[in-house]
């Protein structure tokens, strides 16, 4: 019985050896056998994590080796091929490429790889870039005008569009050479909620005779949407196209959802976004709330 109990013990062991010698070193699937090296060659050649502006050129040039036979090479952005290149025999193992992009409008972070990948789809290797996108305009929210009272005189009635800036009567005269608009409730016509260029002074029980008086210049438009304009360049775009012809040192009619392209006489674009009007009412508790994008 003891030697029955040996025999397949023995048995055990050489079975247990067989299946070991039998193994084989397989890769992982994931495994990151691909090597990719990006090459500084020039001034918008990307080679390492970078902040850009919306439209800049992101250019790039790299090498991509890898001991087993690759098939294809492609750039992602976020996931996604933006290109892909399907490669010949001779390039199986070495493969160099320069392409070139242009980065998005919409602020943000975007991760461009160069991603390897064998005949069957599998990923054999990848390197990644960090491109965050910054904002070349400058975006204020909720800008409350409020309708000029005509007792305290300290409701925000005037706005810099530069600044995000919001002036009363009372604190307004120094500021003035910042102030770019001013608003008012008008009750002599049904055109009630209006934003003007001081140069028109429509508000008769308010005297900024001797206020600097910047020449604003206006058009509502129903294109582009606010959300649109998503870059300084797109800013000055829409406003040399639209504010050719048109404009108006004083707009009239607005309500929630209007949108006004603007030149300031400093010489800077941008759009007002209309959020909301309080109530039709020349009370001095109404308000209108307006979104602002504007050159820097």
């Known amino acids: 019985m003891k030697q029955k109990y040996i025999v397949k013990a023995c048995l055990a062991v050489l079975m ?9 070193n397989v890769d992982a699937i994931d495994s990151n056998i691909a090597e990719v090296t990006f090459n500084n060659s020039g001034s918008k050649f990307l080679t390492t994590d970078v902040t850009l502006n919306p439209k800049d050129s992101i250019f790039f040039d ?6 087993k036979n690759m098939k294809y090479v492609s750039i992602q952005k976020n996931g996604a091929d933006v290109v892909r290149d399907t ?4 390039a199986r193992n070495q493969y ?7 980065a998005d409008t919409i602020p943000g972070v975007y991760t461009y790889s160069v991603v390897a990948k064998d005949t069957g789809g599998t990923y054999l290797g990848s390197s990644a ?8 305009f400058v975006y204020y929210v909720d800008r409350r005008l409020s309708v000029p009272d005509t007792v305290a005189k ?8 530069s600044a995000g800036t919001l002036f009363s009567y009372s604190d307004g005269a120094p500021n003035s050479p910042s102030i770019d608009l001013g608003y008012f409730y008008d009750t002599t016509t049904a055109n009630k909620h ?4 001081l140069t028109t002074s429509p508000v008769s029980f308010y005297d900024i005779s001797s206020w600097a008086k910047n020449a604003t210049i ?20 829409a406003g040399t196209a639209n504010l050719a012809s048109g404009t108006a040192a004083k707009i009239t009619a607005l309500t929630a959802g209007n949108v006004v392209l603007f030149k300031t006489a400093a010489g800077k674009y941008g759009a007002i976004s209309v959020n909301y009007v309080s109530g039709d009412s020349p009370a001095a508790t109404t308000f209108m709330s307006v979104d602002i994008k504007i050159q820097p």
């Open 16 to 24: 247990a050896g067989g299946l070991c010698g039998c193994l084989k």
């Open 62 to 67: 790299y090498v991509v080796k890898c001991v």
């Open 87 to 90: 490669l010949t025999v001779a």
């Open 96 to 102: 160099a490429a320069v392409k070139k992009l242009v």
């Open 129 to 136: 870039i960090k491109v965050t996108i910054t904002a070349d």
């Open 154 to 161: 300290t409701n925000k009635a005037y706005l810099s569009l």
């Open 194 to 197: 209006t934003i003007y260029a």
């Open 218 to 237: 206006f058009k509502k438009v129903t294109t582009p949407t606010f959300a649109s304009l998503t870059s300084g360049g797109a800013l000055k775009t």
